[in-house]
T-cell receptor, first 112, second 115 residues
Framework: DQQVKQNSPSLSVQEGRISILNCDYT??????FLWYKKYPAEGPTFLIS?????DKNEDGRFTVFLNKSAKHLSLHIVPSQPGDSAVYFC???????????FGTGTRLKVLA | DAGVIQSPRHEVTEMGQEVTLRCKPI?????LFWYRQTMMRGLELLIY????????DSGMPEDRFSAKMPNASFSTLKIQPSEPRDSAVYFC?????????????FGPGTRLTVL
């Protein structure tokens, strides 16, 4: 059973608009979350993280929001650029097993 | 630094054959991870090592899969015998440690196709 879920396999957004990628998790013990970005034929690269003691973390055009009560996090990209077109994975740190649990990914396409 | 290096980048083999995937982690990193990416399950952790010692192999799907890390700069993931359902992209990643806040750096992956 997937403990980290990205229910939208794909998303298309116009250049300059906001992209919102969502991620849900089931284990309330997860205490650190990451987003990774993956281009075709490359490995995932770290994008942004958030600790469970925060509800928001911002880095340039990228902001991650965490809603612990809903067990939900989201990645906002503003403004979206064609170079942001990639697959985005969210991951949750399971401090009980010392492992990251990854979601299935969301493919973002930013249209010029 | 060259980053995490994986070889081969692509592997096509026939069912029943042995497959060996290779990984060179970033120098100075003490932890190494093997992941498998599929459409249905996303990125799954297969096994990870800390200081060359396997720590958790609970993600290894079957006894057909084995991994070794003979030294700090080299690891292998072996599938013997391979089956069509093993077709996936396999990633190796390394990090300074197994701590949750340590960023994992991924290699470019090996795309495995088992016919």
């Amino acid at each position: 059973d997937q403990q980290v879920k990205q229910n939208s396999p794909s998303l298309s957004v116009q250049e300059g608009r906001i992209s919102i990628l969502n991620c849900d998790y089931t284990n309330s013990m997860f205490d650190y979350f990451l987003w990774y970005k993956k281009y075709p034929a490359e490995g995932p690269t770290f994008l942004i993280s958030i600790s469970s003691i925060k509800d928001k973390n911002e880095d340039g055009r990228f902001t991650v929001f965490l809603n612990k009560s809903a067990k939900h996090l989201s990645l906002h990209i503003v403004p979206s650029q064609p170079g942001d077109s990639a697959v985005y994975f969210c991951a949750a740190w399971d401090s009980g097993t010392y492992k990251y649990i990854f979601g299935t990914g969301t493919r973002l396409k930013v249209l010029a | 630094d060259a980053g995490v290096i994986q070889s081969p980048r692509h592997e096509v083999t026939e069912m029943g054959q042995e497959v060996t995937l290779r990984c060179k982690p970033i120098s100075g990193h003490n932890s190494l991870f093997w992941y498998r990416q599929t459409m249905m399950r996303g990125l799954e952790l297969l096994i990870y090592f800390n200081n060359n010692v396997p720590i958790d192999d609970s993600g290894m799907p079957e006894d057909r899969f084995s991994a070794k890390m003979p030294n700090a700069s080299f690891s292998t993931l072996k599938i013997q015998p391979s089956e069509p359902r093993d077709s996936a992209v396999y990633f190796c990643a390394s990090s300074l440690s197994t701590g949750g806040t340590d960023t994992q750096y991924f290699g470019p992956g090996t795309r495995l196709t088992v016919l």
